[in-house]
């Protein structure tokens, strides 16, 4: 609808937040998380939520959970919001927040000592399960504990990691392993991110930045090919930034309930 919402300011002394966007399909409730801590030195964490809709639109106290630091962007999935977060406090990814948007509940799941959540990994939605991406670029290793670093895909990228929570009780992990054709980077090319995985199952990738042409990329791992699409309209952004989304659709009618419930 092109419409911004503004939401109440958040009144504690923190100096560290992030917020994440959850959906309650049984309650039909969208709501807000806002994760606050501090910089100095106490470990502490503090939840709170927002229910969208609500006539009073008021930040409330959430349960108490375990001390953890949100890292980076997480995505909703049936009802139950996840984001990857460090255990402790200037380290890497070391856990998996699970948040239930109806109970407002936490439970963590445990990554693999093998997985290697970077900020060009990105959580995706993967027939109803978690599941997260990851390049593997020729570089050496990486240390799943002290990796902040962007790299993003590149030329010297040869294969997605894709990683399929089967059981968040157990912490069980599948892995998968998707080479790149031979070719696909072409010398003009720049790097890319993850977006995301449509419905029918390829990977969207995007350059950071606008050029000229500007592609996004549609990497069916099952067939191993990859399609570049041109779009154009963008020579008269003054932005050099870019955001793409997967799967929009054209449909305003949730955000109407949403609106006045």
């Known amino acids: 609808m092109g419409e911004l919402v503004p939401l109440p300011k958040v009144k504690i002394d923190r100096t560290e937040s992030r917020s994440y966007f959850g959906y309650d ?139 399929i929570l089967e059981d968040a009780d157990k912490h069980t992990w599948s892995k998968r392993i998707y080479e790149f054709p031979n070719g696909w980077w072409e010398p003009d090319d720049t790097d890319l991110r993850f977006v995301g995985l449509t419905r029918t199952g390829e990977i969207v990738l995007s350059p950071y930045f606008l050029f000229n042409p500007f592609y996004v990329f549609y990497y069916n791992p099952e067939r191993n090919t990859i399609r570049r699409v041109e779009i154009r309209g963008f020579e008269a952004s003054e932005h050099p930034l870019v955001h793409v989304f997967i799967d929009y659709i054209e449909n305003v009618a949730p955000m109407k309930v949403l609106r006045t419930s």
């Open 25 to 163: 399909p049984v309650g039909k409730q969208f709501k807000v998380l806002c994760m606050t801590w501090c910089r100095c030195g106490i470990y502490d964490i503090s939840p709170r939520v927002l229910t969208l809709g609500n006539r009073k639109q008021l930040w409330r106290n959430t349960e108490f959970c375990k001390v953890h630091y949100p890292l980076f962007d997480g995505i909703c999935i049936n009802g139950v919001l996840y984001y990857p977060a460090a255990k402790v406090r200037g380290y890497g990814v070391s856990v998996i927040v699970c948040f239930d948007v109806r109970s407002e509940k936490f439970s963590f799941v445990n990554i693999t000592h093998d997985m290697v959540i970077k900020r060009d990994s990105i959580l995706i939605n993967y027939n109803g399960k978690l599941g997260l991406l990851e390049a593997q670029n020729d570089q050496g290793d990486y240390h799943p504990l002290f990796n902040y670093n962007y790299e993003g895909i590149n030329r010297k990228t040869r294969a997605i990691l894709m990683w």
